[in-house]
């Protein structure tokens, strides 16, 4: 099975076959902004939201600073979840191409010393 393709051209070759998509498209990245702007997003609420309520003795303006707080502690979730999901993402696709050129390496190692010893 030896073949004359650079192995490096064979690495691209089998990494567009396994279809991961490119890191570099724009879709990843704003999805990663708009999680990290979230979580920012929700401690400015989480903060404006005590901060009203601690202001004011109405019950009524107390209630919706607890409304606010908790659309804060919900933006914050959704925007840690993406933040995480995209950030991971970028990482295991990486270690996935690492690990697939590592078995490769090895795989010809191994018939390399074969071929020596037959």
């Known amino acids: 099975m030896t073949t004359t393709e650079p192995r490096e051209d064979r690495f691209v070759r089998e990494l567009a076959e396994l279809k991961i998509p490119d890191p570099a498209a724009g879709r990843a990245s704003l999805w990663l902004r708009l999680g990290a702007t979230l979580m920012v997003l929700a401690l400015v609420l989480c903060v404006s939201a005590y901060l009203l309520s601690h202001s004011t003795t109405d019950p009524l303006e107390q209630r919706d600073a ?53």
Request: with cysteine; proline share 0%; hydrophobic share 45%.
């Open 66 to 118: 607890i409304t606010l707080g908790l659309c804060g502690v919900g933006a914050g979730v959704v925007g840690a979840a993406l933040f995480l999901r995209y950030s991971l993402t970028g990482f295991l696709r990486f270690w996935l191409a690492r690990q697939s050129y590592d078995l490769n390496v090895l795989t010809e190692r191994l018939i390399d010393a074969e071929k020596q010893r037959g």
